[in-house]
């Protein structure tokens, strides 16, 4: 589907979002282990995390979806999942596959587990490294890198001391998962901090983990977790298109409420604040070990930055959306130390640098970035190319908000992968 979009005058309203993914893919994944019922409410219903809830019930898990955004799930505890009958199916969801490998190594049968065209090309062999050392045995293709990946698990799970290469949660969640079942502690350090909803929601479920700075330690459990009610705060990675859609065009003022605030996942927020971004978090709370809050956002004159180092994984899903707010900022905004960005859905570097350049930005595009001069004009009349990346198709959109002419995104239905309610919440701002 090509999505046409035109410019807009000024936003002023209220909004809520659905549940925040990657929290509600891990409230699918640590409900089914634990034991007794589940509540999920404000579950995020999208594509990849309609993967995790298939998946986990192809295991044995009861999860029962009551309406769009309500789950219940009757655990049974983490050691009664069953041989799958069939391949299981990630489709375009790198958590689910990443974290599901980690319960996979766990268990007492094999099981296969591929992904889409796009999956099947993201590396898995920096999930598959630490749990081998644990005790799971793994077949995938290209040398051990990519899916199809075969898992043997193996309920003599070792616990182990890693230092990940990367700073990612998907991997530090994997191995958190499989040290669940391991006897003994494992630790995990970080070369910087990555998301921590897999910690919080461990511990809010029972489970002995701690964290220090970067590193995490958990005792594998010699009983089960508890099963919890669980309510998902809004996702503050679908926050940032709206959040920059009230920036960058004049006279707007945008309430979003109920966002998750959690410190590894703002990142966007102090990028945007160092930008200049007239940015407030009112009614601060806690919900269920995750920080939520609302967010106040007014239009504001931007200056460009230098975002690079550890700031990246906390604004890692937000560059593509940054980088629109830095084609209106004054000077120039440079992307440094992002590489993690090639491995995504598409080669997140590559999209922005051509579909910006198709749309009259002048971006140069580095190895592990880009640069971008700000100040310039959206100059539109064309079609850009989504790369069937929901966060490229979304970036876009609100590009074509401030631009000279209207601009067509193609295969706009992957924002269902992260965001079905995009298009009815990108109406609703315009119209007021
Ligand atoms: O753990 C998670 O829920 C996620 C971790 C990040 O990936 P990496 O772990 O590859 O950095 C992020 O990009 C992804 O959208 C969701
Ligand atoms: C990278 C993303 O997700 P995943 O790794 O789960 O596919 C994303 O949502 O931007």
Not at 282 to 287: A, F, G, Q, R, S
């Given at each position: 589907?090509?999505?046409?979009?035109?410019?807009?005058?000024?936003?002023?309203?209220?909004?809520?979002?659905?549940?925040?993914?990657?929290?509600?893919?891990?409230?699918?994944?640590?409900?089914?282990?634990?034991?007794?019922?589940?509540?999920?409410?404000?579950?995020?219903?999208?594509?990849?995390?309609?993967?995790t809830?298939?998946?986990?019930?192809?295991l044995?898990?009861?999860?029962?979806?009551?309406?769009?955004?309500?789950?219940i799930?009757?655990?049974?505890?983490?050691?009664?999942?069953?041989?799958?009958?069939?391949?299981?199916?990630?489709k375009?969801?790198?958590?689910?596959?990443?974290?599901?490998?980690g319960?996979?190594?766990?268990q007492n049968?094999?099981s296969?587990?591929?992904?889409?065209?796009?999956?099947?090309?993201?590396p898995?062999?920096?999930?598959?490294?630490?749990?081998?050392?644990?005790?799971?045995?793994?077949?995938?293709?290209?040398?051990?890198?990519?899916?199809?990946?075969?898992?043997?698990?193996?309920?003599?799970?070792s616990?182990?001391?890693?230092?990940?290469?990367?700073?990612?949660?998907?991997?530090?969640?994997?191995?958190?998962?499989?040290?669940?079942y391991?006897?003994?502690?494992?630790?995990?350090?970080?070369?910087?901090?990555?998301?921590?909803?897999?910690?919080?929601?461990?511990?809010?479920?029972?489970?002995?983990?701690?964290?220090?700075?970067?590193?995490?330690?958990i005792?594998?459990?010699?009983?089960?977790?508890?099963?919890?009610?669980?309510?998902?705060?809004?996702?503050?990675?679908?926050a940032?298109?709206?959040?920059?859609?009230?920036?960058?065009?004049?006279?707007?003022?945008?309430?979003?409420?109920?966002?998750?605030?959690?410190?590894?996942?703002?990142?966007?927020?102090?990028?945007?604040?160092?930008?200049?971004?007239?940015i407030?978090?009112?009614?601060?709370?806690?919900?269920n070990?995750?920080?939520?809050?609302?967010?106040?956002?007014?239009?504001?004159?931007?200056?460009?930055?230098?975002?690079?180092g550890?700031?990246?994984?906390?604004?890692?899903?937000?560059?593509?959306?940054l980088?629109?707010?830095?084609?209106?900022?004054?000077?120039?905004?440079?992307?440094?130390?992002?590489?993690?960005?090639?491995?995504?859905?598409?080669?997140?570097?590559?999209?922005?640098?051509?579909?910006?350049?198709?749309?009259?930005?002048?971006?140069?595009?580095?190895?592990?970035?880009?640069?971008?001069?700000?100040?310039?004009?959206?100059?539109?009349?064309?079609?850009?190319?989504?790369?069937?990346?929901?966060?490229?198709?979304m970036?876009?959109?609100?590009?074509?908000?401030?631009?000279?002419?209207?601009?067509?995104?193609?295969?706009?239905?992957c924002?269902?992968?992260?965001?079905?309610?995009?298009?009815?919440?990108?109406?609703?701002?315009?119209?007021?």
């Open positions: 589907m090509n999505f046409e979009v035109t410019p807009t005058e000024n936003i002023n309203t209220e909004i809520t979002l659905p549940g925040d993914k990657s929290i509600s893919h891990r409230a699918l994944i640590i409900g089914s282990l634990a034991e007794g019922e589940t509540k999920i409410h404000n579950f995020l219903s999208s594509e990849d995390t309609l993967s809830l298939n998946i986990l019930n192809s044995g898990a009861n999860i029962k979806q009551i309406d769009k955004s309500e789950i799930i009757e655990g049974k505890g983490k050691d009664n999942f069953v041989e799958p009958s069939n391949v299981l199916n990630a375009n969801s790198g958590t689910t596959m990443r974290l599901m490998m319960v996979l190594s766990a049968f094999y296969v587990i591929t992904g889409d065209d796009s999956l099947r090309e993201r898995m062999k920096r999930v598959i490294d630490p749990l081998s050392k644990m005790g799971g045995r793994f077949y995938a293709r290209k040398n051990g890198e990519f899916a199809p990946i075969t898992i043997l698990g193996t309920k003599d799970i616990p182990i001391v890693y230092k990940t290469p990367v700073a990612s949660a998907q991997v530090k969640s994997a191995i958190l998962l499989a040290g669940l391991a006897k003994g502690e494992t630790k995990i350090i970080e070369p910087a901090k990555s998301r921590d909803h897999t910690e919080r929601m461990l511990k809010y479920f029972g489970a002995d983990i701690t964290q220090k700075d970067t590193t995490v330690v005792q594998g459990l010699t009983n089960n977790l508890k099963g919890r009610e669980f309510f998902v705060p809004g996702d503050i990675s679908s940032s298109f709206f959040i920059v859609a009230t920036l960058i065009t004049k006279n707007s003022t945008l309430l979003i409420k109920n966002v998750g605030i959690n410190p590894t996942r703002t990142g966007i927020l102090s990028v945007l604040k160092m930008m200049g971004a007239d407030k978090i009112i009614n601060e709370k806690t919900l070990n995750e920080p939520v809050g609302d967010l106040l956002v007014k239009s504001s004159s931007l200056k460009g930055t230098e975002i690079k550890e700031m990246i994984p906390s604004i890692i899903d937000e560059i593509p959306i980088a629109i707010a830095a084609t209106q900022a004054n000077g120039k905004t440079s992307i440094k130390d992002a590489k993690e960005l090639r491995y995504k859905e598409t080669d997140r570097i590559r999209a922005i640098t051509k579909e910006l350049n198709k749309l009259g930005i002048d971006v140069l595009e580095k190895e592990d970035g880009f640069d971008i001069i700000g100040s310039q004009k959206i100059r539109g009349n064309c079609t850009c190319e989504s790369y069937n990346d929901h966060r490229i198709a970036s876009l959109a609100i590009a074509g908000l401030i631009a000279d002419n209207p601009i067509e995104i193609n295969n706009f239905e924002v269902n992968i992260s965001f079905p309610e995009f298009t009815e919440i990108y109406e609703k701002i315009r119209s007021k």
